[in-house]
């Protein structure tokens, strides 16, 4: 995983520190969504062994689409949302993204 991608709660509020620093301001929901994102794409692209598929927001699920804009799979937070699934075990959901990502392209 890239350096820039925040996987727990410390990464992210170094992040947010490192922002400040900068004159940004980042907040902390804000930064975890887009890591949850990020590290999606990232097992996907991986698996892939190359980005084929792209992965966005769908109201709070994540949805992976294939290069012909085809939906191949949707990922759905164990809690109400990402953001509490990251903030209650950043860990488990990076091994859970890195399963679903491997199950949405075994799957084909």
């Not at 927001?57 to 937070?77: F, Q, R, S, Y």
Request: hydrophobic share 40%; no cysteine; charged share 30%.
């Amino acid at each position: 995983m890239s350096v820039e991608i925040p996987e727990n709660m410390e990464e992210v509020a170094m992040k947010i520190a490192r922002a400040g620093v900068h004159g940004q301001h980042l907040n902390e929901d804000q930064v975890i969504k887009q890591s949850v994102l990020d590290i999606m794409q990232a097992f996907m692209d991986e698996a892939l062994e190359g980005h084929y598929d792209d992965v966005s927001w769908d109201d709070n699920n994540l949805k992976v689409t294939d290069i012909m804009g085809k939906e191949v799979g949707i990922v759905k937070p164990t809690e109400k949302t990402f953001v509490d699934d990251f903030k209650k075990n950043a860990d488990d959901l990076v091994e859970r993204l890195e399963a679903e990502a491997s199950q949405i392209v075994g799957g084909r």
